[in-house]
């Protein structure tokens, strides 16, 4: 309808829902520019899913205000808003068939669209989902991903300002995930239209999405490219949450411009690069965040990149080693920072010159893969056990 | 243990059903005496649905039971599509105010629709004389009374099916209609009623069978208005002839009928619709 800049814009100001005396979203404030792929990502139960019913029109915020393509919606329902929704489970209407599913929001519309040419939006709209030769069949007779389909299809037919997709691939199997990520994506591109996405899964955001809002607690945490998010975790939450995650967590010693000293309680110091505004106060709880996949693992008491000061160096003994195809991932232990996960491409086919349960290994990190990071205590819930935590080491292990 | 068990089931149901058989037996009775079996026959048949009495009986009990069924199907869909938006606590009392008009004994629920309904048209009639001192017209027990109050059951009845329905139902399809642009009242009629018929129908059948068979209720506020099953009660006492038993068995006839559709709208119609869009 509007063709200036701001058309598919979403704009949420200080946004506040609450359901009784739960805070479901606390204080929210997001832009997502027009044409972009936003995901929303937490944990559930962080408010995604309740900021994405705030947009749609669904529920109405206790504060705050919520704008679509720079208008003020909040005296707008949900029938007025040129926001359209994918729910998780699709919701399809039960008794109409596919083709009158994807019309619905077309037959809405006054002064009325003609039949012809209902018929031939309904038939593109399918097509783009493709899904050509469907409309007859009934929704029940329809696959999961048929189904998901069809979702799509029927919010996407009005051309909305913005698609809302609420979890929309949670209930698919994982290889049909993966293609209806690309497609999805693909979908995004080819139409121009802002996605707004909300997720747990981690993979799904980091895959799909330009930007990536991680929240928790009905707050954002941080709100950045995918790649940013990965590479500059804002606090431990977001580290653990996002990929996996060495976390040396302890306390701030020294913050000095961009970097900063994080002691362990076993008395270690590791220094690391400090972006965070939150960092300030000595002894604060902080963490040290290094990527499994940074560290360079090699056999011995030798280091690979000779004595440096813009290295880490920690002795470490291997506990396991996991073959996982194209890297091979190890468990070590260290008597100064606990248990340290290390990921390593396999270059060679076989286990020569790979390091083996018990092996005495050195671990290295430049400094500039290292972030001092504030320590918000909680670790997400969902991931916890294989990822990223470090257990004090055994005591035999000194 | 378990033969012991199904034997006792077995006499449950013998000791339920027996009764209902004999009648059923003896209308198909050649003979004039209700005690013993002479051969087969429809003559009672044809007898009883060609005694006047027993016609206009059955032409009241119908009428009745159609338009109570109808009010209780409108106020009882009514009440379930609102009662998910209104105060908790208002909901809560609602609620046990319906279950308790279902489980309160027949003859409580008479009596209280008599006292309550004699007291109210009482005092209609006194504002009629004074309001309008040349009319005649003064209210009354009768076919009006009737219907209000088998109304006030099949209304519980309705509501409480309806409701039903509804908290089993993916609500998120009413949020999707309103998502795709249809103001609340469309979607009510392009989503939520479409989706709830086999309930509201099978709400509607229940009433009308109640109100068809229902003695207790009507023996107290139906003024002169004169049903099948009071006619029954009234002719029982003259003493029992085989007319009777046909009457009572087209009328079993009839409750089983109603009650067998409205199982089968409300299960399995009603389920296989309104499944979440999961396979």
Known sequence: MMADGSSGSVEIRDATKRFGGVTAVDGVCLTVRPGTFSALLGPSGCGKTTLLRLVAGFESPTRGSILIGGEPMDDVPSYRRPANTVFQHYALFPHMDVERNVGY??????????????RRRIDEALELVQLGGYGKRHARELSGGQQQRVALARALISRPQVLLLDEPLSALDAKLRHAMQLELKQLQQQLGITFVFVTHDQQEAMSMADRVAVMRDGRILQEAPP??????????????????MNLFRGRLVTREGDTATVQTPAGTKLVGCALSHDLLSPGQP??????????????????????????????????????LGDQVSYQADSPDVGRVTVLQARTAAGTDGLAAPGDQVTLEWALDVAH??????????????????????????? | MDRLLRGYGAAVYLFLFVPIAVVVVFSFNAGEHVAELTGFSLRWYVEAWTNPFIVEAFRTSITVALTSATISMFLGTAAALAMPSAPRRLR?????????????????????????????????NSWIAYLVPSSDLRLGLGFAS?????????????TILVRTRLASMDLRVIEASADLYAPPLRTVCTVTLPLLAPAIFAGFLLAFTFSFDDFIIAFFTRGRAETLPIYLFASIRRGVSPVVNATASSLLAMTVTCLAVAAVVFWRRGSNRTEKGIP
Not at chain 1, 308 to 321: D, E, I, K, P
Not at chain 2, 146 to 158: E, I, N, P, Q, R
């Open chain 1, 372 to 398: 001092v990071i504030p320590d918000t205590g909680k670790e997400a819930a969902e991931h916890g056990a294989d990822v990223g935590l470090n257990p004090p080491p055994k005591e035999s292990g000194r």
């Open chain 2, 146 to 158: 009737l219907v209000a109050a088998h109304s006030v059951f099949g209304t519980a009845l309705v």
């Open chain 1, 227 to 244: 790649e940013h998010v990965y590479d500059f975790p804002a606090d431990t939450f977001v580290a653990d949450f996002v990929g996996t």
């Open chain 2, 92 to 124: 809560r009392t609602f609620d046990v105010m319906v279950n308790t008009a279902l489980v309160v004994p027949g003859i409580v629920l008479g009596i209280s629709l008599l006292i309550f309904i004699v007291t109210a048209t009482n005092w209609l």
């Open chain 1, 105 to 118: 929001a077309l037959r809405q519309q006054r002064p009325r669209i003609d039949r012809s040419e209902q």
């Open chain 1, 286 to 323: 902080a963490a040290l965040a290094v990527r499994p996949e940074r560290i360079v693992l090699s056999l011995g008491a030798e280091r690979a990149a000779g004595p440096s000061s813009a290295v880490t160096a920690l002795r470490a003994h291997v506990r396991t080693r996991t073959f």
